[in-house]
């Protein structure tokens, strides 16, 4: 018998329960009485098992919170009954009570009349993520008053933690800047959103912190800051961006150790790598003029890395991420948890070779090479000292 049980009515108000259709209800109008689906007995049913549709009917006449509709059945044998033609709930109050989420219905109600009072142009995104304004239930004021802050203070170039708004520390703030983008959307004027910007604090006028680019020079003749012994310095990108200096190359190198014993280079300047992030270099034009050599682990993920780099600084070439060195240092092979599975487009041709050979797995399954494992002397073996 495939009918419906109290347990399948239930399972579907829940389903709507979680998909958010039901407090969605709350900012719509027609969605109630709600008709449930259901399967019912038929006239055969009533023939070969009429105790089991007497059980079923009263199961569903049990039922709280919903309105039973009945039809009657004309029966040759058994006279007429009544079946549950179809059921349904009245309102969003007897669905919420159904499934044991009164408490959540009423919370959600609450924040729906603190958005009305405080910033209704918000109201679009409750309805849109009912169930994620619940999880935020206890942060929503606060994540509002955010939003009307910034609305009230257009010109403030500030951090967000200057944000004097009860409840609206910086960690708050950073931690759902993806819901307040959302909201700021809805609620700021055109004028107040760098449409150009992707980043939050830039789209919306929030100071950064300042970038900062870690870095030595390879030639005691060409130092940052005259007077200082082979200096380790870390500059951020707005000063950064005020020198001129006459560097022949820039080394960037993504291992710390690399980095701090890295030989001696006539006029070169070595930069300590942050991984995936490259904005900060970005902003520096005098890299645009220079020839940069990456040195990154031979692995996906290094291949990655010198494909991302090359988006902003399009001449950059690989040093050390070739065959040859993934060859003769065999012995210091290790494997690569998570390969990147995608092809990359901005690789020379042996560099893609090689990265299809480890991405195929034609000399070990998930082979990474981590560049501190090569040996300095195949380094000072490498064009790079021979152009030198």
Known sequence: MNWSTPDDLMGAVRKRWEQGRLLQSLLAAGDWPWRLPLKAPGSQDITDCLPDVRAWTAALAAMPQVRLEWREVRHRVQGTQRVVKSVWLENIDAAAALIDRQAELERFRGLIQLTLKNEPAALPWLARRPLRALELASEWSALLGTVTWR??????????????????????????????????????????????????????????????????????????????????LTLDVTNLKRLAPTWRRIVITENETNYLVFPSLPESLLIFGSGYGFDALAELPWMQEVPIHYWGDIDSHGFKILDQLRAHFPHAQSLLMDEATLLAHREFWGIEPEPVRHPLKRLTENENALFEALRSHRFAKNLRLEQERIRFSWLAESSLFGSA
């Not at 004097?164 to 819901?179: M, N, R, T």
């Not at 992707?198 to 005259?226: C, K, N, W």
Request: charged letters at 25%.
């Open 151 to 232: 609305r009230a203070h257009p010109q403030a170039r500030v951090f967000v933690r200057m944000v004097d708004v009860p409840g609206a520390h910086s960690k708050l703030i950073e931690q759902h800047s993806g819901v307040l983008a959302e909201l700021l959307e809805l609620a700021l004027p055109e004028g107040q959103i760098d449409a150009l910007q992707t980043r939050f604090a830039r789209r919306f006028g929030f100071r950064e912190r300042p970038a900062r680019v870690r870095m030595r020079s390879l030639d005691p003749a060409y130092q940052l800051l005259p007077g200082l012994i082979d200096p380790d």
